[in-house]
């Protein structure tokens, strides 16, 4: 499998929308002129013009070769899982304490990744959460 | 002389030996456990050193840094799977040998490879870094805005797929770095009105997010990917006639030598890092090879090539972080992080305002060195038992350590929500191609290059002609374009056939 020059095309777009983004609401926004020296604003700008030409640049050069790329990874399940499994482990670290993160993310994440074993499961989340649990008590 | 003996003495102390000791034995365990690469062990390596004095916490990761090169040579022998880039080279003759009945060879290879390498290595920084340091004091803001964008722009090249997508994320690590309070006028930029923001971006949490959860998430990828399909058998550890005597050594000693000065030589240029040592070390000794070494079907030559340059490359690009500020590598990045944490800014002046603890470093790598040869030799087939663990407990595990390691550093969860982002940015510039490491050096010295860049212009007065007064910087300028036209050639992609990360 190949890439696409339509995925090439919307990877150029995707990424030059975020600069012109940038460039043209995000830093006009987010600063203020500083009253004196180099405005705020200068190296912001100056980065996010040079990140475009050179995603234009390797967009172009991409799109005209003849060197075919291979296809993008499929889907997203690996990187949703993965987030998901991050964020609950910040959500209990918020309101049960470092402990209690330290034993259930372990747990939350080898169930995600399709073990289903009791044994190995209970361990890891027993033997980390009261590691955990006597440093940081 | 007085900082070299203090350091030295520093090193020397029980409790710096014993933070060196544990670093090399999690960076062993953590090299050897399938999917941990060297940055994502040092990235959740770095809150575990946030209670330690800052000696202590660069010799616990330096630790790390080394002797998970080292182990991760034991998966590439005994499983043919490559638990870096680097290794890769190392599974040409490693896995045969393991096959041939000789795993222990290969591993004892590999093994008195990477700890001359690094001990040449240490010496090449130790004699290097001071000099170049002094030199480095002479040079003004013009000339280190130029030798920025050199070292950006070598990074660029090699240390991704495509140059143009390198300076990309190089530039786009510098752009978060602006994120914070201006550094002349001193008014919030680009801070969506949050307090947490005014400081800039966590840099442990970029870290963290960058290089070991979103790795977690390519290996979750990759895991699911994999099921299903045949594993590779391992191989065992205890046969009869595999002893590595002193024969063996002297069969492989002119290898390691010369490896470990192509491994320092490379791993002194900012960038190109140890894959290409590695390939650049076994393409040399595979040229050099006699009648009889067969390459690729297991010769043990090829494992001590390979190895050593690895491990050569670690000290090495701490020569450009020491004397310069520029961190070479992503593990000499990560070093930033973690001396940052403990208030040493890296730079030409490190030698002055902080000597005595530059010199405790240097002591504390060649005990790293020696050590790692001792937990490696003693520690060698039960070290390989760790390859059995599976990845669905590692990734959990390490998805743990990210969490709560974001959040340790200021005790804020604030600072694992940009982790937890950042490692969704990280994992989709992986999918697209753009060089996380190469971001994370730009982030790493964008403040630098702000302040340089500033003092640059107002010395010209904003007038380009002024440059024609600054013939080093031009000259600087003038290598870096040469060598953005050789990557955009191809040379990059003959060098550099391993992408790091």
């Known amino acids: ?137 | 002389m007085s900082d070299l003996l203090l350091g030295f003495g520093d090193a020397l102390t029980p409790v710096t030996i014993l933070f060196v000791f544990l670093g090399v034995l999690l960076g062993y365990a953590i090299g050897v456990l399938p999917g941990l690469n060297r940055p994502a062990a040092l990235a959740i390596a770095i809150p575990l050193s946030y209670y330690m004095t800052p000696l202590s916490a660069v010799a616990f990761l330096i630790g790390i840094a080394k002797a998970s090169g080292a182990g991760g040579a034991t998966t590439a022998v005994l499983i043919n799977v490559p638990g870096e880039p680097n290794a890769a080279v190392t599974c040409l003759d490693g896995y045969p040998l393991a096959r041939k009945g000789k795993a222990r060879q290969a591993l004892q290879a590999a093994l008195y490879g990477s700890v001359i390498g690094d001990i040449v290595g240490t010496l090449a920084l130790i004699l290097l870094a001071r000099p170049l340091a002094n030199f480095a004091l002479k040079i003004g803001p013009v000339e280190m805005t130029a030798l920025m964008l050199l070292a950006l722009t070598f990074i660029a090249a090699l240390a991704g797929k495509s140059l143009l997508r390198g300076l990309a994320a190089g530039i786009f690590g510098m752009l978060v770095a602006t994120i914070g309070l201006d550094i002349e006028s001193g008014t919030p930029r680009m801070t969506f009105e949050q307090v947490e923001l005014l400081d800039g971006v966590p840099l442990l949490a970029i870290t963290v997010g960058m290089l070991a959860l979103s790795e977690m998430v390519i290996q979750t990828e990759e895991l699911f990917s994999q099921r299903g399909g045949a594993a590779t058998p391992p191989v065992r550890t205890d046969a009869s006639g595999d002893r590595f005597g002193w024969g063996e050594f002297r069969h492989v000693l002119p290898t390691i030598m010369r490896s470990s000065v192509i491994g320092t030589a490379i791993g002194i240029i900012p960038g190109l890092g140890p894959s290409v040592a590695s390939f650049a070390s076994y393409g040399i000794a595979k040229r050099f090879a006699r009648p009889g070494e067969r390459y690729g079907e297991g010769e043990l030559k090829g494992v001590a090539a390979a190895e050593t340059a690895d491990n050569a490359v670690v000290p090495a690009s701490f020569i450009p972080l020491f004397a310069l500020g520029l961190p070479g590598s992503v593990s000499a990045a990560i070093l930033i992080a973690a001396l940052t944490v403990h208030g040493v800014i890296p730079g030409p002046r490190l030698f002055e305002e902080h000597g005595r603890l530059i010199y405790g470093i240097y002591g504390t790598m060649i005990v790293a060195a020696l050590l790692m040869l001792v937990v490696g030799r003693v520690g060698l087939v039960a070290f390989a038992q760790l390859t059995r663990v599976p990845a669905a407990v590692i990734i959990p595990v390490v998805t743990m350590l990210c969490v709560v390691g974001a959040y340790l550093e200021v005790h804020s969860l604030f600072a694992v929500w940009v982790m937890i982002g950042f490692a969704a940015l990280g994992y989709l510039m992986h999918r697209f191609d753009y060089s996380r490491v190469t971001f994370l050096i730009g982030f790493v010295i964008g403040p630098q290059f702000e302040l340089s860049l500033r003092q640059t212009l107002i010395v010209t007065d904003r007038d380009p002609a002024a440059l024609l007064g600054h013939p080093i910087a031009l000259a600087i300028l003038a290598v870096a374009a040469l060598g953005a036209l050789f990557s955009l050639r191809g040379g990059s992609r003959a060098l550099s056939s391993g992408d790091a990360v």
């Not at chain 1, 991409?62 to 889907?75: M, N, V």
């Not at chain 1, 470092?98 to 361990?123: K, Q």
């Open chain 1, 1 to 137: 499998m190949t890439r696409s020059r339509a995925s090439l095309l919307a990877e150029m777009l995707l990424l030059g929308g975020g600069c012109l983004a940038l460039l043209f609401w995000i830093i006009p926004t987010q600063t203020s002129e500083g009253g004196f020296g180099l405005s705020p604003a200068f190296l912001p700008n100056i980065l996010a013009a040079a990140i475009l030409l050179l995603v234009l640049a390797d967009g172009v050069l991409r799109l005209t070769a003849r060197r075919p790329e291979s296809a993008y990874p499929a889907g997203f399940g690996a990187l949703a899982r993965s987030l998901a499994v991050a964020g609950f482990g910040a959500i209990v670290l918020a309101y049960a304490g470092v402990a209690a993160s330290a034993a259930l993310t372990p747990a939350a994440g080898m169930l995600a990744l399709g073990e289903r074993r009791p044994l190995p499961v209970l361990a890891t989340s027993a033997l980390l959460g009261g590691a955990f649990w006597l440093v940081f008590r």
